[in-house]
């Protein structure tokens, strides 16, 4: 059974600080690795989304890599603000059931003034 | 355009009733999930749909769970007997095509069982 794990659980960091938010997953036979932003109380938003033949994606302030032979994956946040406080999850898609999400606990992340 | 919407947003049910939850998928998603989330824990697969068509139920956690898609586009995830494990945010996505795309997340319904 695929399992993921993330680290730290919480991280508080002040403003302008680069940081790196960690996933490991247990099966490397994933299709791909998704990264989540969710707000309190409000759905998940999709940040990147990194096929299996991948390494990294990018989008602005974030960059995402994944080495799927080590069943890692780590999401890099540029000059951080305090709008990206957020909780932050990982998930993967297993090769034969790719439509199935397995989620990660997430990393609750506060940037402070 | 539109998001995914979910109904009610929040449900308080007394032990033992019975609750229906609802999801407007994007217009025109093939696919539509629903995952529940108990509290400060990642979400968990429920079921997919594909369509009306209702191709994986691994994760329903008991038969008091039902899912139905009839017309391949409005969801609704019912919930039987309802007991104080089930209170979760229960959360519903869907995707444009198959389940290998992006997945589209609503606001999710918090379910409170006293």
């Known amino acids: 059974k695929q399992e993921v794990t993330q680290i730290p659980a919480a991280l508080s960091v002040p403003e302008g600080e680069n940081l790196v938010l960690n996933c490991s997953f247990t099966?490397?036979?994933?299709?791909?690795l998704q990264w989540f932003r969710q707000d309190p109380g409000k759905g998940l938003t999709s940040l990147l989304l990194?096929?299996?033949?991948?390494r990294e994606q990018t989008s602005g302030r974030l960059n995402a890599s994944l080495d799927k032979s080590s069943g890692r994956s780590t999401l890099y946040i540029a000059a951080s603000q305090p709008g990206d406080s957020a909780t932050y999850l990982c998930?993967?898609?297993?090769?034969?059931?790719?439509?199935?999400?397995?989620f990660g606990t997430g990393t609750r992340l506060q940037v402070t003034l | 355009g539109a998001g995914v919407s979910q109904s009610p947003r929040y449900k308080v049910a007394k032990r033992g009733q019975d609750v229906a939850l609802r999801c407007d998928p994007i217009?025109?998603?093939?696919?539509l999930f629903w995952y529940q989330q108990a509290l400060g824990q990642g979400p968990e697969f429920l079921t997919y749909?594909?369509?009306?068509?209702?191709?994986?139920k691994s994760g329903l956690p008991s038969d008091r769970f039902f899912a139905e898609r009839p017309e391949g586009s409005v969801s609704t995830l019912k919930i039987q007997r309802t007991q104080q494990e089930d209170s979760a945010v229960y959360l519903c996505?869907?995707?444009?095509?198959?389940?290998?795309?992006?997945?589209?997340f609503g606001p999710g319904t918090r379910l409170t069982v006293l």
């Open positions: 998930a993967v898609s297993h090769t034969g059931t790719a439509s199935k999400l397995t």
């Open positions: 990194i096929q299996s033949s991948q």
């Open positions: 217009s025109g998603h093939v696919s």
């Open positions: 749909f594909q369509n009306e068509a209702q191709l994986d």
């Open positions: 996505a869907s995707s444009p095509r198959q389940g290998t795309d992006t997945q589209y």
């Open positions: 099966d490397s036979a994933i299709y791909n």
